[in-house]
């Protein structure tokens, strides 16, 4: 992962602190004891608990540096302003096919599209950024260009 801005409402940032306190206090823990126990059956080649057990181990390491880069580069939304889009804020946009959409803003850790929450690296999400009401923006999806209009900024 790199050096980057993780976009993070304050929530969002409790709920990852609390992951990551717990795969190092607890999850590493139980990890520990499921090698020892998979040592203890004998031959590591042929051992597919113990194999397991590893792969475990490597996937928690992995989450928890990629926690700790969030947490340590995250911006916690604070406030934003309401003239112009960006990442705090919600839009609600008019498609070229008349349906309303309504989006919040959030950054790619919280992005969630059944709860109409985009990440501003998406590609609508990128393209919304800065700007205003009563703009048009264009999206080159995989079916074509969709246009929004920007109603309101809130």
Do not use: C, W
């Amino acid at each position: 992962m790199a050096n980057t801005d993780h976009y993070l409402s304050k929530e969002k940032y409790e709920t990852l602190k609390e992951e990551l306190n717990y795969l190092k206090t607890i999850e590493r823990k139980k990890i520990a004891e499921n090698l020892e126990y998979a040592k203890s059956l004998g031959d590591l080649s042929e051992n597919a608990e113990y194999h397991e057990a590893r792969d475990k181990q490597a996937d928690v390491e992995d989450r928890i540096t990629e926690l700790e880069e969030i947490i340590k580069y995250g911006k916690i939304i604070t406030s934003h302003r309401a003239d112009k889009v960006e990442v705090g804020t919600t839009v609600v946009t008019k498609r070229d096919n008349g349906n309303e959409e309504k989006f919040a803003i959030v950054g790619a850790e919280e992005a969630d599209m059944l709860l109409g929450k985009i990440s501003h690296e998406s590609p609508l999400g990128a393209a919304l950024l800065g700007h205003k009401k009563g703009d048009v923006v264009a999206v080159t999806t995989p079916k074509g260009e969709i246009k929004y209009k920007i109603l309101d900024i809130q």
